[in-house]
């Protein structure tokens, strides 16, 4: 099974600001990862796949980057809706997995 | 538009069974992979199963052997049979599709199951 870590658990920014997510593979996915946003009490929302490509009518401020086991989600300026639960999946190997998760908060 | 809608969630005693339905619509679930991932409170997602377009079926192993996933054609409806349900079985459980690249590009709202005696 490929582990799927993500990094910080928290990060606070204020809005405005940018924000760097991390999602490190236990091996190589290729560019098999894709990103979703969790707000409170909602499904998922998908964001990012293929490691770089957003997702139908997600914001320009969202990108995504890497390949191989590290990768990285940017918000380059946080909106207020951005505040979120942010989730990175690998689909390279079966059984897919999730990263468990970093939780944008307001500073 | 794509609409997916699960029912089927509440309070099952631990060794008992449950099935989830998927009613989905805007789209045929025959020609698109479809999954149940699932989240435990407080907790982060897991994929649980899929089913291919072409009628491949996967498990994660936590689940395999004790649910099975499945579609109706001509209810466009996607199904988990969960049988031999545990305590760490509880979660909202998602279905949700894509067109074949193991990513979930739409999700339903989600159904809670609750094991517990």
């Known amino acids: 099974e490929v582990g799927v870590t993500q990094s910080p658990a928290t990060l606070s920014v204020s809005p405005g600001e940018r924000a760097t997510l991390s999602c490190r593979a236990s091996q190589s996915v290729s560019s098999k990862l894709a990103w979703y946003q969790q707000k409170p009490g909602q499904a998922p929302r998908l964001l990012i796949y293929g490691a770089s490509t957003r997702a139908t009518g997600l914001p320009a401020r969202f990108s995504g980057s890497g390949s191989g086991t590290e990768f990285t989600l940017t918000i380059s300026s946080l909106q207020s809706e951005d505040f979120a639960v942010y989730y990175c999946?690998?689909?390279?190997?079966?059984?897919?997995?999730f990263g468990g998760g970093t939780k944008v908060e307001i500073k | 538009e794509v609409q997916l809608v699960e029912t089927g969630g509440g309070l099952i005693q631990p060794g008992g069974s449950l099935r989830l339905s998927c009613a989905a619509s805007?789209?045929?679930?025959?020609?698109?992979?479809m999954s149940w991932v699932r989240q435990a409170p407080g907790k982060g997602l897991e994929w649980v199963s899929l089913v291919s377009s072409g009628g491949n079926t996967y498990y994660a192993e936590s689940v395999r052997g004790r649910f099975t996933i499945s579609r109706d054609t001509s209810e466009n409806t996607l199904y988990l049979q969960m049988n031999s349900l545990r305590a760490d079985d509880t979660a909202v459980y998602y279905c949700a599709t894509d067109r074949g690249l193991l990513i979930f590009s739409d999700w339903g709202q989600g159904t809670l199951i609750t094991v517990s005696s």
């Open positions: 999946q690998q689909y390279s190997n079966w059984p897919l997995t």
């Open positions: 805007g789209f045929t679930v025959s020609s698109n992979y």
